[in-house]
């Protein structure tokens, strides 16, 4: 595996930061630094403030097929806020799940500021997440067509994307 896109970040031990994100169409997007592990109850916690405030009526949540999404709870906390989800998505896909190639160009850009302990590559990570441009999102969501034909086309094995 390429060391670019590893989580480890530091020669003298490493560690590594879990982060939540989401991105829409014109560039508005939101990061967050997400300590342990996430639970029903925390993702909830993170839609709440990360999400709910920048969501607006009509908008379809895609999120992939984590336990914390797709649990009994959570799925009662979006009815409740009356946000709708997009379902059955394929988890984790970078063919279907366009924030899989953000990650990716988070990562390569914030491995060039070669951080030397958590809270630089969370530093690191934010730069790069909100230097990406609005181009390069909105092309991703613009693929979208032609990632889905590709998907269906493919069989469930990969495709270009």
Same mark, same amino acid.
């Given at each position: 595996?390429?060391?670019?896109?590893?989580?480890?970040?530091?020669?003298?031990?490493?560690?590594?930061?879990?982060?939540?994100?989401? #991105?829409?169409?014109?560039?508005?997007?939101?990061?967050?630094?997400? =300590?342990?592990?996430?639970?029903?109850?925390?993702?909830?916690?993170?839609?709440?403030?990360?999400?709910?405030?920048?969501?607006?009526?009509?908008?379809?949540?895609?999120?992939?097929? +984590?336990? *914390?999404?797709?649990? #009994?709870?959570? *799925?009662?906390?979006?009815?409740?806020?009356?946000?709708?989800?997009?379902?059955?998505?394929? +988890?984790?896909?970078?063919?279907?799940?366009?924030?899989?190639?953000?990650?990716?160009?988070?990562?390569?850009?914030?491995?060039?500021?070669?951080?030397?302990?958590?809270?630089?590559?969370? =530093?690191?990570?934010?730069?790069?997440?909100?230097?990406?441009?609005?181009?390069?999102?909105?092309?991703?969501?613009? *693929?979208?067509?032609?990632?889905?034909?590709?998907?269906?086309?493919?069989?469930?094995?990969?495709?270009?994307?």
């Amino acid at each position: 595996m390429d060391p670019r896109f590893t989580q480890k970040t530091v020669k003298f031990g490493g560690g590594k930061i879990m982060v939540w994100g989401y #991105i829409q169409y014109g560039g508005v997007r939101e990061i967050c630094r997400v =300590e342990g592990n996430i639970n029903s109850l925390k993702y909830q916690e993170i839609l709440a403030t990360s999400y709910i405030p920048n969501h607006k009526r009509g908008q379809i949540l895609q999120q992939d097929g +984590a336990p *914390s999404h797709t649990s #009994i709870s959570t *799925s009662k906390f979006l009815k409740a806020k009356k946000i709708k989800m997009l379902q059955d998505w394929s +988890a984790q896909s970078p063919d279907m799940n366009i924030i899989e190639h953000l990650w990716g160009r988070m990562k390569e850009e914030a491995w060039k500021t070669k951080p030397k302990n958590i809270d630089e590559l969370w =530093e690191a990570c934010k730069t790069a997440f909100f230097a990406i441009p609005d181009e390069f999102i909105n092309k991703l969501y613009e *693929s979208l067509p032609n990632r889905m034909d590709a998907a269906l086309q493919a069989h469930r094995s990969h495709t270009r994307y």
